[in-house]
Structure formats: structure tokens, C-alpha cells
């Protein structure tokens, strides 16, 4: 047998016990009869070295924050019971002194995590209450479409949250839950009434349409758009109509519409075109009317004025392009007329009262003339034929009430 090897902490004595050496003594830890005392040692010194390494396990992880201090403790009880009875060779005293100095480590630990804790549970409150406040606040709006994702995503965050204490959790999502259901409910609400007002719109714009149809072969141009003008705005305030029949029903009302316009813009055209024969005719007349100008003889004038506005009027309509440009430039020769006239009526002496006379009759006459055509006009149902002649009305009354105005003067 080999000589008995030496160590420290324990021995093997002659018949094969192994000791290990302790503050309380000597305790046995095993046996080895008829073995290699070397070898028994060694058996028993790794035993040591691996409670060794499990404690400088331990000290590290709680070191670096790895264990939490409920784990470490449990460990530290652990290795702790292991050491009590170790059948291990080395210096275990040392081990349980490790040990009972990582107790402060873990205690520290345990105070800083519960003060963690309790601000994670603080800010989770605060987050919590947002959270039912924004929820509360979707539910009082009318957000209907973006509302319910908004609540989806609170809710996402709300389960990220750790959980406050029973009542305090219990409290925070019950204002959450009952904003979902508010909201929810109302939104739902808000689609059916919008499904009942869109099923009426579609009743209104069929009936719109058919209306439009109907109008659509007319060859009442003015009326006719009138009446499709408050066709649109009818439209308009019916609202919108289910979204798989909307465009359809748009698209009927706008072909009736556009078959209208057509027609009527093709009618225009020929009409503007029989009228540029007119226009012809009124630029020769408004060339002779320019000549007037600047006036000198204001009888000669007036004279001159008188029957070329009779032969403008007979002349007819232009282009409706061209209506701006030649009315502009015809009445500017009339005013002009008008002011030589009133100029000369002021200086006018009692002599010429007879001529004043003779104005107010032909004046008077040819008003009995206007009035007849607009009479006409009306009975046509020619607007436009109406308006230009009440203008024209209108001037030759302003000029009797200036040569009635002189009269009275001549009197």
C-alpha cells in the first residue's frame, strides 16, 4: 500500500477511513478498505472542489444580477444542507463562511427589486389610467372609423402592463372595459342608423334619376337646366347611398344630365352660328353708331340714334361669346347720347317745347312698341329675348322722363 498522502483539511488513516477536519473535529466522511489511500483522497477533494465551484457560482451570478435573490437564496439553502453532512475533503468552514456573507448580498437585492417593483407598479397606474382616460375619451367621440384600432392598440399596451394590486387593477379596467363597451356599442348604433339613412338616400335618388331621365330628351333649354339644377341639389342633400350601389347611381344621373347638356350645347352651337349672320349685321350697325361720336349736332344724333336702335333690335341675337362685347360697346354710344341730349335739354329755351312734345310722342310710341314685343317675348317663354328688351325699355324711359322733365320746364 502506498504511504498515506498528507492534506490539511483531512487524512486517511491505516484501515482505510477517511476524515475530513472541521472547527467542531475530526468527522468521517467514508471509507477506502484495501484501497489506494492516494486515491481515496483525491476522490474526496473533488467531491470538495465541486461544492466549491458551486459556491463561486452562486457568488458570481448574484454578483452580476443573474439570480434573483429568492433563487439565490434557495441556492445559498441548498449548497448549505450539502455542506452539512459533505462527504468531501477540504476546507468547508470556509465554504459556510462564504455562504452566510452572501445573506447581506441577497437581502440588499430583495429591497432594491421591491422598490423596483413598486415603482413599476406606480408607473403601470399611471399608464393604466391614461390608458381608461383615452379609452373613456374614444368612447364619448365619434371616431367610428380610427376608434376602434385606437382601442385595440390600448388594450395591446394595457396587457403589457404588470398587474397592480386586486382592487386597484380590478378598478382601472373595469373604466377600461366599460369605455370598450360604450364605444362599442354606439359605434354599432351609428352604423345602423347610417345603413337606414344610406337605404333612404338610394329610394331618393332612384326617384331623382327617373325624374333626370325624364328631362333628359327636353328641348326646354332653360327650364330644363333649371329644373336639373334642383335635381343636383336635391342629390346633395339625400346623402350617400350604399356603397355597392353609389356609383352606380351616380352614373345614371350624371348620363341624363350630360345626354341634356349635349344636347343643348349642340343646339347652342347651331343657334351661334345662324346668329353670327346677326352679328355681321351689328358690327355694320355699330360702326355707323361710332360715327356719331364725338357728338356735335345732339337733334342730328338723336335722330340718328333712334333708328339705328331699332334696326340693332331687329337685327337679332349674336353668338352668346360675342353678346358681352357688342352690348358693352352699343350702350357706351347710347349714354353718350343721352348726356348730349340732357346737356341740351338744360340749355334749351321755351321755343323748342314743341320739339320736347314731339320727342315725348315718339318716345311714348316707340315704349307702346317695346312693351308689345316683351309681351310677346313673355308669352313665348323667351327670357333672354325678355331681359334685352326690358334694358331697352328701360332706356327709352329714362329718356321720356328727361323730355317730360323739359317739358315741365318749358311750361
Known sequence: MSSAPTNPWGRVDDDGNVYVKTTDGERLIGQWPGGDPVEAMALYVRRFEGLEV?????????????????????????????????????????????????????????????????????????????????????????????????????????KALPRLSKSADDELWHRFSSA???????????????????????????????????????????????????????????????????????????AAQDAFFTARDEANSLLDAEYEVNADKKLEILAEAEKLLPIKNVDAARKAWLDIADRWEAAGKVPRAKIGEFEAKIRTIEQAVKDATETQWKKTDPEK?????????????????????????????????VKDLTADLESKQAFLAMAQKAQADFS
Request: aromatic fraction near 4%; proline fraction near 2%; hydrophobic fraction near 40%.
Open 54 to 158: 458551486e459556491v463561486d457560482l452562486l457568488e458570481k451570478r448574484l454578483e452580476s444580477g443573474t439570480v434573483s435573490p429568492d433563487d439565490a437564496a434557495k441556492a445559498v439553502t441548498k449548497v448549505r444542507s450539502q455542506l452539512v453532512d459533505a462527504q468531501a475533503m477540504g476546507d468547508l468552514d470556509s465554504l459556510v463562511t462564504r455562504l452566510d456573507a452572501l445573506q447581506p448580498a441577497i437581502d440588499k437585492q430583495r429591497e432594491e427589486r421591491k422598490v423596483e417593483r413598486a415603482a413599476k407598479v406606480a408607473e403601470a397606474a399611471t399608464e393604466k389610467t391614461r390608458i381608461a382616460e383615452a379609452a373613456e375619451k374614444i368612447a364619448a367621440g365619434t371616431d367610428w372609423k380610427a376608434g376602434a384600432d385606437k382601442l385595440r392598440a390600448l388594450l395591446d399596451e394595457w
Open 180 to 254: 370598450r363597451t360604450t364605444y362599442t356599442r354606439r359605434r354599432k348604433s351609428h352604423f345602423g342608423e347610417q345603413s337606414t339613412l344610406r337605404d333612404a338616400a338610394k329610394v331618393v335618388k332612384e326617384r331623382l334619376i327617373t325624374e333626370a331621365e325624364a328631362l333628359s330628351t327636353s328641348t326646354e333649354w332653360g327650364p330644363t337646366a333649371g329644373k336639373y339644377r334642383d335635381l343636383m341639389t336635391e342629390w346633395k342633400k339625400a346623402g350617400s347611398a350604399p356603397r355597392n350601389v353609389e356609383d352606380k347611381l351616380w352614373k345614371r344621373f350624371r
Open 353 to 385: 317745347s314743341a320739339r320736347a312734345d314731339d320727342m315725348i310722342g315718339k318716345l311714348q310710341r316707340a315704349i307702346d312698341e317695346v312693351s308689345a314685343k316683351i309681351a310677346a317675348a313673355e308669352a313665348k317663354g323667351d327670357a333672354k329675348k
